[in-house]
């Protein structure tokens, strides 16, 4: 019997498959399509005080592999989350991490305080990589010691785990990782997506209102491997492999590469039931390969 | 909603461009209302990564029908489906056409392959209802007729009908339209309407609009496709709180 729950900063998860933040709302409509109660985690669209609109459409294209995102964090909001979206999200069997993006160090620090107090969210994803707003964002995720500041200041209002959502658009990712670790950030997740750009030839114009994006999708996840692989071999923090994986073989070369748990995206758009079959493909490897605990996998990387 | 795995039975070519293709999908066609769509995986492969959104053309027995042209590499590979191969169908989405009650004249206008939802609107329409169908398109090779009735045509190039747009059409028949109470249900490109919706917020015409947009998902995760309501709110979804939407109620 394969036991493919995983420990990751403190935090027990029944299997390593967490859906991504910005990819799965705050739940419900991807319920409609797949069984929640069978994945690791869900990891809620992020969150800043007040609700956000979001940018103007149009806010996505398709990209050889990939895909161009521009969302720009459109949210609910604290309140409503708590009011109107918690009441589902806790009746059911998973563990449930908060994904939260702010515009000041304060607002992370008010979100945080507000969200610890409901029982059933079980951990934080702080996004200091959103590359598609302009205040907060990539404007936090490049700065190292801003990066600091924000975990050491989050990590005080609660008790509940803490990771950092780092960018990849910074050239030495594991500086990032070293910074969360010193400051008490619980684990990392890697790799927010690519910023990224893409014209009409005819009428020369972005394709994509906001003109830059983030790039996801299968097109990223040579870059995600070797993020993760950065700073594994640099920073002794758990990490949460990020980018591009689209199925079981996808997601055990992440793990194999440092990954304790990773998150899908970009693949619930195109088969909302991805992460349940994942949880099987992984189960028939590690049964084929003689893997008694999924943990096993984690680095075990053969350079 | 489904996910099913469908059976391609034919690929009709329509004209030059355009093709109508009928799968077998059993879920997803005892679910189908008029005006809902279907987010389409064409290839096995991530190539093309993101589904395709179609209109429902069409509903009989345990088939589906969509109506398409090829305006890109998804597109070319559905037109080269062979009958007996599979697609993967994502549906039935979004809201349909509010079309029981309320009027007595069913108004169809449509833009080129903005007549793609209709066949399916008309054969559920209420046996009591007038029906009514403007086309429109750039020329007469782009006017598909498909399951229609009653049809006056515009052509841009005068080509054939009306030399004019569909809009332009429609005021000029809105005397003889408008004797009895009737509803536009309308479907095509952008700029067109643009154009129906102006007219019909000035004359307080009630018009039902289908609109299209790039998305995602299809169904309110990916949050690709937003669109500005009329009073102020926060965005709506085209996927989740349309495709059709009330004339009036959103900013084209």
Redesign the interface.
Known sequence: MVDLSINIAGLRLKNPVLLASGTVGYGNEIAEFTDLNKLGGIVTKSLSLKPRKGNPPPRITETPSGMLNAIGLANVGVESFLNDKIPFLKKLNTTLICNIAASSIEEYVECTRILTLEESIHAFEINVSCPNVNEGGLEFGNDLNAVGRITDRVKNATNKTIFIKLSPNVSRISDFAKVVKENGGDGVSAINTLVGTAFDIYSRKPKIKNITGGLSGPAIKPIALAKVLEIKRNVDIPIIGIGGIMDWKDAAEMMIVGASAFQIGTVNFINPNAGVEIVEGLKTYCEQNSIQNISELTGSYQI | ?Y?EKSKVESVQKISDNIFLIKVLSPSIASLAKPGQFCNI?VSEN??????RPFSICDVEDDYLFFLFDIHGEGTKLISEKKPGESLEL?GPLGNGFDYKDGYDTAVIVAGGLGVAPFPFLLKNLPTNKKVISLLGGRSNKNIVMQGLKNVLIATDDGSEGFHGTVVDLLKREIKNISQNKFRIFACGPNPMLKALQNYCVENNYDCQISVE?????G??????????PTNGG??LLVC?DGPVFEAKSVKL
């Open positions: 909603m996910v995986k991530s190539f093309p990564l993101l589904r994502l947009c790039a998305m995602a998902c169904f309110g995760i990916c949050q690709g496709c937003p669109i500005d926060t965005y989740k």
